[in-house]
């Protein structure tokens, strides 16, 4: 099963990208995607 995840932006926090996950994974899901605030590709994680 996976389960929705919001992934926030590291440099200014803002929430852009929404995933699946895999339910059975501890760590924290953490991709390089394009920030439209920032304006650049910039590391997303995970948030609760």
Not at 8 to 29: D, F, I, M, P
Not at 40 to 47: D, K, Y
Request: a positive charge.
């Amino acid at each position: 099963m996976s389960k929705k995840v919001i992934l926030a932006c590291v440099a200014c926090g803002s929430r852009n990208y929404s995933t699946a996950s895999k339910e059975t994974q501890t760590e924290r899901l953490e991709l390089k995607k394009f920030c439209k605030t920032c304006a650049t590709h910039t590391i997303h994680r995970e948030t609760k």
